[in-house]
């Protein structure tokens, strides 16, 4: 596509429940990257991806997270048994690779009530 | 491991005058810097990225920003503000393709233009 996507915009959700986050690349580009926003703070690494292969999870706080992009494309970030602390923004980017800077998608905007 | 510190969480500034947004880092190797701008609402935008070579770097919107190897610092600037400048600001380090071009980002600095 045009743009890197996100979806949903904004998810509400019970504590306890799981969610999954959607990202839409743009095409062709080959790494993935996911990034967590609290407010008032600049984005944080969360883990990143090339093609399908994941390359890096240091970021993922703990086992509650994880992420997959299992045919190189599209990526879900998962988070078992949400908790409130987990209420953020959270990004989605997408580069060509090297050092050329990435794509933002607009976020997921997820709250744990 | 690398850390990028904004002093200023906010920048008031009057459309027209010029404005700095003030960025340094800390990194035991070459890096590779970045400017983001965020708009309300919207994702994150690249305004521009030192990467080698000329340490003056103009992007997008009239800024450009200076690497300063010795001070560790990577100023950005705009000679003019505008009433739509106003977003926020943010400075990101890499450390080249080893760390998989992973960015640390810096707190942000909100600039605000008013009239």
């Known amino acids: 596509g045009a743009g890197v996507s996100q979806s949903p915009r904004y998810k509400v959700t019970k504590r306890g429940q799981d969610v999954a986050l959607r990202c839409d690349p743009i095409?062709?580009?080959?790494?993935l990257y996911w990034y967590r926003q609290a407010l008032g703070q600049g984005p944080e690494f969360l883990t990143y991806?090339?093609?399908?292969?994941?390359?890096?999870k240091s970021g993922l706080p703990n086992d509650r997270f994880s992420a997959e992009r299992p045919e190189g494309s599209i990526s879900t970030l998962t988070i078992q048994r949400t908790e409130q602390r987990d209420s953020a923004m959270y990004r989605c980017?997408?580069?060509?690779?090297?050092?050329?800077?990435?794509?933002f998608g607009s976020g997921t905007r997820l709250t744990v009530v | 491991a690398q850390s990028v510190t904004q002093l200023d969480s906010q920048v008031p500034v009057f459309e027209e005058a010029p404005v700095e947004l003030r960025c340094n880092y800390s990194?035991?190797?070459?890096?590779?810097l970045f400017w983001y701008v965020q708009y309300p609402n919207q994702g994150l935008q690249l305004l521009l990225k030192?990467?080698?070579?000329?340490?003056l770097v103009k992007g997008i919107n009239g800024f450009e920003a200076e690497f300063n190897k010795s001070q560790t610092s990577f100023h950005l600037r705009k000679p003019s503000v505008h009433i739509s400048d106003t977003a926020e600001y943010f400075c990101?380090?890499?450390?080249?393709?080893?760390?998989?071009?992973?960015?640390?980002f810096g707190t942000g600095t909100q600039l605000k233009v008013e009239l």
């Open positions: 980017a997408s580069s060509l690779g090297g050092s050329m800077g990435y794509t």
């Open positions: 095409s062709g580009h080959v790494s």
């Open positions: 991806f090339n093609y399908e292969a994941q390359q890096d």
């Open positions: 990194s035991s190797v070459s890096v590779y």
């Open positions: 030192y990467l080698s070579g000329s340490t």
């Open positions: 990101a380090v890499s450390v080249g393709t080893g760390g998989g071009n992973k960015l640390t």
